[in-house]
């Protein structure tokens, strides 16, 4: 099978995915998924990055990422995933340790993720609501604004959700 490639020389957007570990529910907690929202904000702020969305599931994380200068994805996906996976590791072994005591590993996250470059405003769209029902096809609310993990209550209801959201041109 061919690796998929990623092109982070323009100055495209990317839609990235990731899972957790043998696709288990380890982001069930909510501290767990402030984690992940704290790292994204932070490892954006660093890289001086923009997140356009967002949702954060029980067993996988979507975003919609751009950055102004070429080349930036790799390590921003390296550090996001590096820094969450230490932070919520400790969280399992310290405040969750009947759940972390049947994971038999201390694996977070898969090992790779999934990239794929953004072209156009549409895709952009098409991208951004598929991310945003991923919580209503999952049965998980009704609503796509009602997942309190997803910047569909931003765009929905104007509300704050842990990360700076904005659209990019």
């Not at 996976?85 to 090992?111: E, K």
């Amino acid at each position: 099978m061919a690796k998929r490639r990623v092109y982070d020389r323009e100055r495209h957007a990317h839609f990235v995915t990731f899972s957790c570990y043998r696709r288990r529910r380890l982001l069930d907690d909510d501290r767990a998924k402030r984690i992940v929202l704290g790292t994204l904000n932070a490892q954006l702020r660093r890289l001086g990055g923009r997140c356009v969305g967002f949702v954060i599931m029980p067993n996988h994380v979507h975003a919609l990422v751009w950055f102004a200068e070429p080349g930036q994805l790799s390590e921003f996906m390296k550090q996001w995933k590096r820094t969450s996976s230490r932070r919520i590791g400790q969280l399992l072994a310290t405040t969750l340790v009947a759940y972390a005591g049947t994971l038999h590993g201390s694996r977070i996250w898969q090992a790779k993720y999934y990239g794929f470059n953004i072209y156009s405003r549409r895709k952009m769209e098409e991208k951004l609501t598929y991310m945003h029902l991923n919580p209503v096809r999952a049965g998980l609310v009704r609503e796509a604004c009602q997942w309190r993990w997803s910047s569909a209550r931003h765009y929905e209801l104007g509300k704050s959700v842990g990360v700076e959201v904005g659209w990019i041109e």
